[in-house]
């Protein structure tokens, strides 16, 4: 076994050396400022894990497609039920992201065309629709979970505002809304974890945010928005 | 020295791949909608549907110019946007759609015409989430002329039909404007307590030496937006 391992080690330098060989005449003539580059690069390498902003994705993962749902037409009831969407992320996270930790941010956008005046009413609002985390899951295994934010940990359907108006909401009070997003906001945090049973490609985080608004007599029009999950060490 | 460089170069490249990769994100996007439609409603004063008498006269005993005015009824109206009331009376059984019953030598059998209607009781607008209500409202609500008889019904004197200003004769078989207002309901939905006004209809009739016989009729109220 050992002679095996000392054949195999050999064949590598020499394909080393080969290389070197091969490009011997392009690193002689920029050697100097390869070591200056290489000191810069290396510089920028140790401030991007520290800066807040930087997670790998894993490999392979295509473009993340935009998900896109709707309400419908949100017609007042009569039991106060909310009208609610679900919708649903896959964040690739890489298997160094994940053994460092990290963070998952949501910012979101809202937009309301009125179709007629207020004419006094209300109008539909980013406070109006409340937003919760409704699952969350990951293909990375091991001892990889991930905590949901005060105020997100909760399903925004099984609110029932007395008398069909809009509750008091906001993380703040344990039922965010979409306006404690608009700034953007951490919802999910994983603390580091040991690589374990982690695939090596990293794997995915599945997340579910459910929105709902009540059904009341609002202005009339159309609205819209976005919510945008970033995961990031 | 030179492949000690490049082994250096190589290495520290190496080093700050993971940095380069690090700063790519992985995010994803969802987006949403919906639309808010112009909603009206008409329920019960239990928020219920309206489906109930508009007025029992029960058994109409003659007497002397003494109107029947059988119990109102009380509904509530709920928009988010500017509407009219529309009424129309069909259905009718026992009873034929004409003017009131006046002075004749021939027999008389009851009409549309003899039976009067109207708002009988001002509109509540107190609701905290109307529109310009609360404990002191400042919206108006407009009755078109003839349906108001928040006064009280005409008096009789003759003992003949009196000079009711609207009858079921006028809101007959077709849908007929009652009232119209701004915005109703600031807010809330159909079960919210205070974002509705409550109208109050009722009819009247003289009891009068006409054809025996029961009568029955269908009052259909419609709430939509203004200027439909």
């Known amino acids: 076994m050992a002679h095996i391992s000392i054949k195999v080690r050999l064949l590598v330098e020499k394909k080393v050396r080969n290389s070197i060989i091969t490009n011997g005449s392009i690193f002689r003539a920029k050697h100097g400022f390869g070591l200056i580059l290489a000191a810069v690069l290396l510089a920028f390498s140790i401030a991007a894990p520290g800066s807040g902003k930087g997670v790998q994705a894993a490999k392979g993962q295509p473009a993340l497609a935009t998900q896109t749902v709707s309400f419908g037409p949100v017609v007042p009831g009569r039991l106060g039920a909310p009208a609610s969407v679900t919708v649903p992320f896959s964040l690739p996270i890489s298997r160094a992201t994940a053994v460092l930790g990290y963070r998952v941010t949501a910012i979101s956008s809202f937009a309301f065309t009125p179709a007629a005046p207020a004419a006094g009413g209300k109008s539909v609002t980013a406070a109006d629709l409340l937003v919760g985390v409704t699952s969350v899951s990951s293909t990375l295994g091991g001892s990889s979970s991930a905590a949901i934010a005060t105020g997100f940990d909760y399903d925004p359907t099984a609110v029932r505002a007395a008398g069909g108006t809009s509750a008091v909401s906001g993380a703040a009070t344990g039922r965010a809304t979409l306006a404690d997003l608009l700034p953007g906001r951490e919802i999910l945090r994983a603390e580091k974890t040991t690589a374990g049973a982690m695939p090596a490609s990293g794997g995915t985080l599945t997340v579910s945010v459910r929105i709902a608004v009540p059904t009341q007599f609002f202005t009339p029009g159309s609205f819209s928005g976005t919510i945008s999950l970033i995961a990031s060490q | ?203 009247a009739t003289l009891p009068q030496y006409m054809a025996p016989g029961d009568f029955s009729g269908t009052v259909m109220f419609t709430i939509a937006a203004s200027g439909t």
């Open chain 2, 1 to 203: 020295m030179k492949r000690l460089g490049i082994l250096l170069s190589a290495a520290a490249v190496l080093a700050i791949l993971p940095g380069i990769v690090l700063a790519q994100g992985t995010s994803g996007t969802g987006t949403f909608g919906g639309t808010v439609p112009t909603t009206f409603s008409i329920a019960n004063t239990s928020n219920g549907s309206l489906a109930t008498a508009l007025g029992t006269f029960s058994t109409l005993t003659i007497g002397r110019n003494v109107l029947s005015t059988p119990t109102p009824l009380s509904f509530r109206l709920r928009s988010n946007a500017a509407y009219k009331l529309t009424a129309q009376v069909g259905s009718l059984v026992g009873i034929t759609d004409g003017g009131p019953s006046g002075v004749s030598t021939t027999l008389q059998a009851i009409k549309t015409g003899d039976i009067g209607f109207g708002f009988t009781t001002a509109v509540d607008r107190s609701g905290l989430s109307v529109v310009g209500g609360g404990t002191s409202p400042t919206r108006t609500d407009s009755i078109v002329n003839g349906f108001d008889v928040i006064a009280g019904w005409p008096s009789v004197t003759t003992g003949h039909t009196p000079a009711f200003t609207k009858t079921l004769h006028d809101i007959y078989a077709a849908d007929t404007q009652i009232m119209s207002g701004d915005r109703i309901s600031a807010s809330g939905d159909n079960s919210s307590g205070d974002n509705f006004l409550t109208v109050t209809v009722g009819i």
